[in-house]
């Protein structure tokens, strides 16, 4: 079993790198924490960075998962690549670029590039956007699948992944004690499906709301309340299409043998119970 320690950044390829900063520090308000030759890195808590952008393609687009010890990393290559993944590790100019000591790449089944890191950098410093959007940290992430049975399998039985909560056959998914990490959507294409940070409380959900909206952001979902995390959300779209969420009071699962998954409708009521309706496609039947 590869156990995973929780998710720690995203590295989004894009085609115009200075909007994509712009965007990133003006309205989604994060911190610029680094800006090297084609990549420009960004804080969301006390972590080196939680998001990284990069020249390159849209469709280039990777999640990194923390694992505990160089042995722990080792046999995770190894497992996966008795399961016939190809394996790739990382050079000491790819582990610098990302803030880490070692890492391996590979795609999960539906061809998600997915990588695990060791030693992934912290400051142990703030993180201070310019705009308050109330930022706590960055938090989760959703893959689209296109088997969500058989990824749930991959990430619940390869990986130490526990379902929460299924909306539909959708796993959310928990790697500690938050309630996902991981989450998996249906989607005829492998990628991220969005990015969640946390916020710190309603106010702040309520506020981005307006914010975005008067900056012309097109939002997709809420503001709404999910049934199954318990989080107040607010879904809108990024650069290059990508799905950025701000979520506040997301559950926490302490008393890990006794929770017991639980099985939720999948649209719209599975999704918010305050009457809002995604315009997000993977979240549609
Ligand atoms: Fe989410």
Request: glycine fraction near 10%.
């Amino acid at each position: 079993m590869i156990e995973l320690r929780d998710v720690v950044y995203c590295r989004l390829g894009t085609t115009d790198l200075a909007g994509a900063e712009w965007y990133a520090v003006n309205i989604l308000g994060l911190e610029v924490a680094e800006r090297r030759k084609g990549a420009v890195y960004f804080k969301s808590d006390a972590r080196a960075h939680t998001l990284c952008y990069f020249e390159g393609d849209p469709t280039d687009q990777m999640t990194a998962f923390e694992i505990g010890t160089a042995q722990d990393l080792h046999t995770a290559g190894a497992t996966l690549e008795a399961l016939g993944h190809d394996v790739y590790y990382g050079t000491r100019a790819e582990c610098e670029a990302r803030m880490v000591r070692e890492f391996i790449r590979f795609r999960d089944p539906t061809g998600n590039v997915i990588e695990f890191v060791l030693r992934p950098e912290t400051t142990g410093l703030d993180y201070h956007g310019s705009r308050n959007a109330g930022i706590t940290g960055f938090s989760h992430v959703g893959l689209c699948s296109s088997d969500l049975a058989r990824d749930e399998h991959f990430w619940t039985s390869v990986c130490n992944a526990r379902v929460s909560d299924r909306i539909g056959d959708a796993p959310l998914m928990r790697l500690g004690t938050i309630h996902h990490s991981i989450a998996l959507f249906p989607f005829h294409r492998a990628g991220i499906q969005h990015i969640n940070h946390q916020v710190g409380s309603t106010d702040d959900i309520q506020r981005s709301f307006h914010f975005v909206r008067e900056n012309q952001v097109n939002i997709t979902f809420g503001p709404g309340a999910h049934p199954t995390s318990s989080a107040e959300f607010l879904y809108f779209t990024g650069p290059e299409g990508m799905t950025f969420e701000y979520s506040t009071g997301v559950r926490e699962i302490h008393d890990e043998p006794a929770w017991r998954d639980r099985q939720f409708h999948f649209e719209p009521k599975g999704f918010c119970h305050w009457g809002s309706a995604p315009q997000i496609a993977a979240f549609k039947k």
